[in-house]
């Protein structure tokens, strides 16, 4: 069975600058995809980035990025020039691709970011 | 396109009650998925559904629980006899599947229920 590891319970930053969030995993397959969600409080959770392991390149969108150690099994998130309305829950969550499986998402237990000006 | 929606958003009961709750996922979405996320934990799967069948439960969904998706639109998800145990927060997510072995499938959450059991 595949696991996420979070190790940062609660993490801060100032508005502007750049934070990176943890996240490692756990797998036999060589076939998957990595995800970070955002949850912001009392509010749904929504999708902030995805990785497909067969990539080498590091995916991108606007001010977020992530650094993918494939053989680390490491995918840690950076969020850049950060704003307030980036505080929230951030779960990274691994989606196996193996025939014959659900497309189900394994979480791990979370970062809160706190965004102070 | 709505988005997802759940109801209801909360949900008090008495230990021993049963609840139902409803999902209503994005028109034309043909998986829907339920997880379970209690304070301070990561959303945990419980079971998945590709239109109106349910292909997996995981070992969390106890025979208390049961799920059904009828017609493949809206899903229910009942707890009989709850237990304290079963407070969380109840979150449904639905996708498209496409592509080989799901491709780039993204799963839209909706609000959640939080149910308390007393």
């Known amino acids: 069975a595949q696991t996420v590891t979070q190790s940062q319970p609660e993490m801060s930053v100032q508005e502007a600058e750049t934070v990176t969030l943890s996240c490692t995993y756990d797998?036999?397959?060589?076939?998957?995809?990595l995800f970070w969600y955002k949850q912001p409080p009392s509010r749904q959770m929504i999708l902030v980035i995805r990785q497909e392991a067969y990539k080498q390149q590091n995916a991108t969108e606007n001010r977020f990025s992530v650094n993918f150690q494939k053989a680390a099994k490491s995918f840690s998130l950076k969020i850049s020039d950060s704003q307030l309305g980036d505080a929230a829950m951030y779960f990274c969550a691994y989606r196996s691709l193996t025939t014959g499986t659900a497309s189900k998402l394994t979480f791990g237990t979370g970062t809160r970011l706190q965004v102070t000006l | 396109d709505t988005g997802v929606s759940q109801d209801p958003r909360h949900k008090i009961t008495k230990r021993g009650q049963n609840v139902t709750f409803r999902c209503d996922p994005i028109s034309e979405h043909n998986r829907l998925y339920w997880y379970r996320q209690t304070l301070g934990q990561g959303p945990e799967f419980l079971t998945y559904f590709q239109n109106e069948a349910q292909l997996e439960k995981s070992r969390l969904l106890s025979d208390r629980f049961s799920a059904e998706r009828p017609k493949g639109s809206f899903s229910t998800l009942e707890i009989q006899r709850t237990e304290q145990g079963d407070s969380a927060m109840y979150l449904c997510?639905?996708?498209?599947?496409?592509?080989?072995?799901?491709?780039?499938?993204?799963?839209?959450f909706g609000p959640g229920t939080r149910l308390l059991v007393l």
């Open positions: 797998t036999s397959e060589s076939d998957y995809y």
């Open positions: 997510a639905s996708s498209s599947a496409g592509g080989l072995l799901g491709g780039r499938e993204t799963q839209y």
